[in-house]
């Protein structure tokens, strides 16, 4: 997308042109030919957890404007002009999502009979708001949501909503033995975030693991 050349001459003068250390054509040294962006490559499946993990990953390396089209072309007496080559990675980002962002009702349809039928079973806490998480994102890029596209007074209210739909699908989904804790989380006025109840959740699996080694022979 861009490259730290040495300093170059621009056309309309003789001074010398230094990239701006800002510029979205720098490539730091964590930017090397060839490295995966994300932990788990594209293969078909998943495309809502990679597409997030995709534009943070560019987020952090300032290069995200390349592939959501507000990186403008620089005239072409410019001396960033012959570094550009803009369309080459908005073209593929725009038809991965073409290919595997468009909504599919056949496909919604399962995410969401997956979800309906998800529960902890023999997974750990982790592993559990891990596969509920990969879904939730999966239907978050597949489904527009009125919640996250209008401007209007009700948004926040709409987001919470969304939030608290996720915590009572999570604690619905716990063994039986986390039943007091789900009571008691239950119960509070104001119920905290997803992750939060997460957290708590987990710090309770970890308190049971640590008496069951306690009392093992």
Not at 106 to 132: H, P
Request: proline content about 5%; charged content about 20%; aromatic content about 8%.
């Amino acid at each position: 997308m861009g490259s730290l050349d040495p300093p170059v001459s621009s056309s309309s003068s003789s001074s010398t042109y230094t990239l701006d250390p800002s510029s979205l054509l720098i490539l730091l040294s964590s930017d090397v030919p060839g490295v995966s962006l994300v932990v788990v490559p594209l293969s078909g499946n998943g495309f809502g957890a990679w597409k997030r993990s995709m534009i943070v990953s560019l987020s952090t390396r300032n290069k995200i404007r390349f592939i959501d089209g507000t990186c403008v072309k620089p005239p072409e007496n410019s001396p960033q002009f012959r570094q550009w080559d803009y369309y080459t990675a908005e073209s593929i980002w725009r038809q991965l999502n073409n290919r595997y962002g468009t909504v599919n009702r056949t496909k919604v349809f399962e995410l969401k009979r997956e979800l309906a039928s998800t529960y902890q079973g023999s997974l750990d806490i982790a592993s559990y708001f891990n596969k509920l998480k990969k879904i939730w994102d999966e239907l978050g890029v597949m489904c527009s949501s009125h919640a996250n596209s209008c401007s209007c007074a009700a948004k926040e209210g709409l987001q919470k909503e969304k939030e608290k739909d996720k915590v009572h699908q999570f604690l619905k989904g716990l063994n039986e033995v986390y039943v007091g804790v789900k009571s008691n989380l239950l119960m509070m006025h104001h119920l905290p975030s997803l992750d939060c109840f997460d957290n708590i959740v987990l710090q309770d699996e970890k308190k049971a693991n640590q008496y069951i080694s306690s009392v093992s022979p």
